[in-house]
T-cell receptor
């Protein structure tokens, strides 16, 4: 069963705007990760946030984690056409397995 | 995709035939995974391996078997392919961490169509 559910399922924005995607999960976790998938390609790791962290930054990416609400958000600032992709959250419970959500499809128009 | 290859990249087969997909890594990572990706389901874990000859089932393992005789190779076999196994299959690798799982690195995928 899916652990994570992303919201929205699809998002369309203009270049320069910010994009926010949300992920909700069902059980306690150890880490939460975000991955990007360009069309026809494998997933690429973006950022990992641990359960004892609340916010993390990496370049134009900002991830927040609220363990009390079992949710995370991924913010991409000043989006570019090259950010067009699907974004997935993935959680683990101190095991060697990740459970992926169903993803958000982001379209950034030039 | 660096260091991980999958073969074949595309395959069309008929119901009832056996199919083997190969994942090869040059990173010497201990853990290897097989996922399938279907619309509306995201990625679902089929099988994984935590070392040579050490494998375990994932969420959707029925109809699939795996083998790992060398660190670098992880094979996924569909003993008798069915149309429900039409999907895109991804291999991933990672190194074990003391606290939970580490980043996974994905191969380019294999698109399998079962007619």
């Amino acid at each position: 069963s899916q652990q994570g559910e992303e919201d929205p399922q699809a998002l369309s924005i203009q270049e320069g705007e910010n994009a926010t995607m949300n992920c909700s999960y069902k059980t306690s976790i150890n880490n939460l990760q975000w991955y990007r998938q360009n069309s026809g390609r494998g997933l690429v790791h973006l950022i990992l946030i641990r359960s004892n962290e609340r916010e993390k930054h990496s370049g134009r990416l900002r991830v927040t984690l609220d363990t009390s609400k079992k949710s995370s958000s991924l913010l991409i600032t000043a989006s570019r056409a090259a950010d067009t992709a699907s974004y997935f959250c993935a959680t683990d419970r101190n095991t060697d397995k990740l459970i992926f959500g169903t993803g958000t499809r982001l379209q950034v128009f030039p | 995709d660096a260091g991980i290859t999958q073969s074949p990249r595309h395959k069309v087969t008929e119901t009832g035939t056996p199919v083997t997909l190969r994942c090869h890594q040059t990173e010497n990572h201990r853990y290897m995974y097989w996922y399938r990706q279907d619309p509306g389901h995201g990625l679902r874990l089929i099988h994984y391996s935590y070392g040579v000859k050490d494998t375990d089932k994932g969420e959707v393992s029925d109809g699939y078997s795996v083998s790992r005789s060398k660190t670098e190779d992880f094979l996924l076999t569909l003993e008798s392919a069915t149309s429900s196994q039409t999907s895109v299959y991804f291999c991933a690798i990672s190194e074990p961490r003391r606290e939970g799982t580490d980043t996974q690195y994905f191969g380019p995928g294999t698109r399998l169509t079962v007619l």
